[in-house]
């Protein structure tokens, strides 16, 4: 997985499918001879192709996607597998209605699956940048999320953080109208409360997955884990960790083994939902105010 991916961006915006598949054949110089839809995807619509050599490639298309979505995501990717630690699918080439990747044909879990889940997701924290951020924003869902961050925010995670998570995610609630007083309050009292709450963390740029629950990973033909649908970006491995517990998924044996081969910090507990606030937000803004109550209830456990 080390080897870059050919980016290929052409100024179309597709029509359908078969505009689509005809720019794959082209590029692959290849007959696709099957196509089959793949579920599990909540954004874009996903395809598992053949092609007449019998190579299988998975598609994900979305035509009213932001135009660079799909290539933030190919970056996304390749950043992840510098780590040389968890596998990730190669990327083939991607357009701004598409990205074309490896198939990953799926198997049923290894003996011992999530504690070497923990294991590698521990070791990929440990691939480290010298600041905050990324050199690019990219997408959490369909949400922008800005990783582009000011020289204070690249060495102080602290404020990285509130301001480029938390703040920005409240901003994008008062655009789309969820921004009660009640809201509004909490975020304010947060402010003023954040530093105090993360003042024992270990803070360091780790490398993460940024998105990571059960539908994010699928597991692979020799049993092992393989991450999907990234929002990297450099930060705190406690937050990738807390998105693992938001929507469950994730049994005991894996937060051992990673606890075991990399131990947290005390008080991770008491932190985690602060990070897990990051997304509920996006959630609430991305599908309505049925997560409202969930974020003042985050908030709440602070105050």
């Known amino acids: 997985m080390k080897t870059a991916a050919v980016i290929f961006l052409t100024k179309l915006k597709m029509k359908s499918i078969n505009d689509i598949l005809t720019i794959i054949e082209n590029h692959l110089d290849e007959k696709i001879i099957a196509k089959s839809g793949v579920g599990g995807g909540c954004i874009s619509n996903a395809l598992q192709l053949t092609t007449s050599s019998g190579k299988k490639y998975f598609a994900k298309i979305n035509n009213s996607a932001p135009k660079d979505m799909f290539s933030k995501e190919a970056n996304g990717l390749l950043e992840l597998s510098k780590a040389s630690v968890i596998k990730v699918p190669s990327v083939i080439f991607c357009d701004e209605s598409f990205i074309l990747l490896e198939y990953i044909e799926p198997a049923s879990e290894a003996n011992n ?23 690019e924003d990219n997408y959490i869902g369909s949400t922008r999320q800005a990783n582009t961050a000011s020289v204070e925010e690249k060495n102080d995670w602290i404020k990285f953080y509130f301001n480029k998570r938390i703040l920005f995610q409240y901003k994008l609630a008062e655009k789309n109208g969820f921004a009660t007083s009640e809201l509004r309050n909490g975020i304010s009292m947060l402010e003023n409360k954040i530093e105090e709450i993360l003042l024992s963390e270990d803070k360091f740029p780790s490398l993460l997955h940024g998105d990571l629950w059960s539908g994010n990973f699928i597991i692979g033909e020799d049993g092992k884990v393989c991450l999907i649908d990234p929002a990297v970006y450099y930060g705190s491995r406690e937050a990738d960790l807390a998105m693992t517990k938001l929507f469950g998924g994730f049994p005991a044996a894996f937060y051992k083994a990673y606890n075991e081969y990399f131990p947290l ?24 105010s049925s997560y409202y109550s969930q974020a003042i209830s985050l908030l709440n456990f602070y105050f």
């Open 113 to 135: 699956f999530f504690e070497d889940f923990g294991r590698k997701f521990a070791m990929l924290h440990q691939h480290r940048a010298a600041e905050f951020g990324f050199f």
């Open 265 to 288: 910090s005390p008080g991770f507990e008491y932190r985690e939902n602060l990070y897990k606030l990051y997304h509920v937000l996006n959630h609430l803004n991305l599908f309505g």
